[in-house]
C-alpha cells in the first residue's frame, strides 16, 4: 500500500523568499517519487523525480526537494519565489509495480 | 509532437444526457489514463489501459461510467446517465509504461453536468 500526504492546502510567500512545500510519504517498497505542478485551467506537468538516486532531485524552474527515508519526507523548495511559481502542486508517490498515488496537493500563492 | 490531447475543453449537459469525453495519447506511449479531478476528492484514477487494454478499473465510480480504447491513439471515457456530482475536471495521461513513470498529461475536459 502506498499513500501520500501534503501537509498544508495553501502556503503564502512574497516574491523573492523561499518555497518550502511538505510532503510526506508511505509505501511498503522502496517508492519513486515525484512533484508534479498544475497551473490555472492546465494539466499537470512534471516538476522533478526521485527514483533511488542521488536523494537531492534538481527539477525545472529552480525547483528542487530532498529524500530524507528517516523522515519519510520528500519536501520541495526553492530559494527564492517567481510570481511565475503560483500554482497547484501534487507530491506523487509510486512503489512497486503500482501507479501514481496523488497528494491533495497544495496551493502556491505569490504576493509581489 | 503535440502531447496529449482532449476533446471537448468544457462540456456543459444536463442531468440524465450521455457524456462521452475523448482523448489522444502522445504517439509511442504504451499507457493510458483517465482521471477525476474534484475540490472534494483531489485527483483520482478512474482506469487505465496497457497496449490498449483496461487494467485497473477499480476507480470507475460506478456502471454509469465506461471507457474504451479500441486502438493506440484514441481512448474514450462515458458517462451514461450524467448526474450533476459528475461535475468535474477530466484528464486524460499517457506513459510509456504504467508504472513509476512521467506522465504527460492533457489539458483536460471540464464537465458541468446541471
Known amino acids: 500500500a502506498q499513500s501520500v500526504t501534503q501537509l498544508d492546502s495553501h502556503v503564502s510567500v512574497s516574491e523573492g523568499t523561499p518555497v518550502l512545500l511538505r510532503c510526506n510519504y508511505s509505501?511498503?517498497?522502496?517508492?519513486?517519487l515525484f512533484w508534479y505542478v498544475q497551473h490555472p485551467n492546465k494539466g499537470l506537468q512534471l516538476l522533478l523525480k526521485?527514483?533511488?538516486?542521488?536523494?537531492l532531485v534538481k527539477g525545472i524552474n529552480g525547483f528542487e526537494a530532498e529524500f530524507k527515508k528517516s523522515e519519510t519526507s520528500f519536501h520541495l523548495t526553492k530559494p527564492s519565489a517567481h510570481m511565475s511559481d503560483a500554482a497547484e502542486y501534487f507530491c506523487?508517490?509510486?512503489?512497486?509495480?503500482?501507479?501514481?498515488?496523488f497528494g491533495k496537493g497544495t496551493m502556491l500563492l505569490v504576493s509581489p | 509532437d503535440a502531447g496529449v490531447i482532449q476533446s471537448p475543453r468544457h462540456e456543459v449537459t444536463e442531468m440524465g444526457q450521455e457524456v462521452t469525453l475523448r482523448c489522444k495519447p502522445i504517439?509511442?506511449?504504451?499507457?493510458l489514463f483517465w482521471y477525476r479531478q474534484t475540490m472534494m476528492r483531489g485527483l483520482e484514477l478512474l482506469i487505465y489501459?496497457?497496449?490498449?487494454?483496461?487494467?485497473?478499473d477499480s476507480g470507475m465510480p460506478e456502471d454509469r461510467f465506461s471507457a474504451k480504447m479500441p486502438n493506440a491513439s484514441f481512448s474514450t471515457l462515458k458517462i451514461q446517465p450524467s448526474e450533476p456530482r459528475d461535475s468535474a475536471v477530466y484528464f486524460c495521461?499517457?506513459?510509456?509504461?504504467?508504472?513509476?513513470?512521467?506522465?504527460?498529461f492533457g489539458s483536460g475536459t471540464q464537465l458541468s453536468v446541471l
Open positions: 509505501s511498503s517498497y522502496s517508492p519513486s
Open positions: 489501459f496497457n497496449n490498449n487494454v483496461p487494467i485497473d
Open positions: 504517439s509511442g506511449h504504451n499507457s
Open positions: 506523487v508517490v509510486s512503489a512497486g509495480y503500482s501507479t501514481l498515488t
Open positions: 526521485y527514483t533511488s538516486a542521488a536523494t
Open positions: 495521461a499517457s506513459s510509456f509504461s504504467a508504472a513509476n513513470e512521467k506522465l504527460f
